[in-house]
T-cell receptor
Framework: ETGVTQSPTHLIKTRGQQVTLRCSSQSGHNTVSWYQQALGQGPQFIFQYYREEENGRGNFPPRFSGLQFPNYSSELNVNALELDDSALYLC?????????????FGEGSRLTVL | GQSLEQPSEVTAVEGAIVQINCTYQTSGFYGLSWYQQHDGGAPTFLSY????GLEETGRFSSFLSRSDSYGYLLLQELQMKDSASYFCAVRGEGFNKFYFGSGTKLNVKP
């Protein structure tokens, strides 16, 4: 069973740039969620994709966008980067439709915006 | 909106029992999960309560009272490796959408 993998693990960008983060979900999982975790805080829900459609969004501006591909892998795109976007971005996969409520997280992509 | 409250930090000694409380206010509630996160690591799933009552998984137990909007995680026979941050997370409407608290940092001392 393949776990959730994310890339890149670390990256540095400057304010105003754009970034794309990638996630491969666990084998058999059709739902991917993205979270932002600032230092010392809990993960904050950005959005979720189920079978290639956005299936819910948290309190994040439209410059945060995403995609899910037919193999259920996913991308998170952030445009016009701001200093406050510096955080750990976590991808979590799960099997949609209920179940045990368990999310499987990747190790995250740590983004630093200068 | 979603609001979750949990203590910011708890300290206990090895072998002891510790309880981490979580109260929540949400616009929709479908269950409460608990996650553990070591420094620099990914959150890992510990327990889920969809209904009121106690769920036990080894040394960890979790409790939910929906009428009180309250839950807790109970860790028994504490070990040094239990030093980590613990997050409660409310399951909102839809497929496995979770809203996390700010976390409780547990320090286990010898």
């Amino acid at each position: 069973e393949t776990g959730v993998t994310q890339s890149p693990t670390h990256l540095i960008k400057t304010r105003g740039q754009q970034v794309t983060l990638r996630c491969s979900s666990q084998s058999g999982h059709n739902t991917v969620s993205w979270y932002q975790q600032a230092l010392g805080q809990g993960p904050q829900f950005i959005f979720q994709y189920y079978r290639e459609e956005e299936n819910g969004r948290g309190n994040f501006p439209p410059r945060f966008s995403g995609l899910q591909f037919p193999n259920y892998s996913s991308e998170l795109n952030v445009n016009a980067l701001e200093l406050d976007d510096s955080a750990l971005y976590l991808c979590a996969s799960s099997l949609g439709g209920g179940g045990t409520g368990e999310l499987f997280f990747g190790e995250g992509s740590r983004l630093t915006v200068l | 909106g979603q609001s979750l409250e949990q203590p910011s930090e708890v300290t206990a000694v090895e072998g002891a029992i510790v309880q981490i409380n979580c109260t929540y206010q949400t616009s929709g509630f479908y269950g409460l999960s608990w996650y553990q996160q070591h420094d620099g690591g990914a959150p890992t799933f510990l327990s889920y309560n969809g209904l009121d009552g106690l769920e036990e998984t080894g040394r960890f137990s979790s409790f939910l009272s929906r009428s009180d909007s309250y839950g807790y995680l109970l860790l028994q026979e504490l070990q040094m490796k239990d030093s980590a941050s613990y997050f409660c997370a409310v399951r909102g409407e839809g497929f496995n959408k979770f809203y996390f608290g700010s976390g409780t940092k547990l320090n286990v001392k010898p």
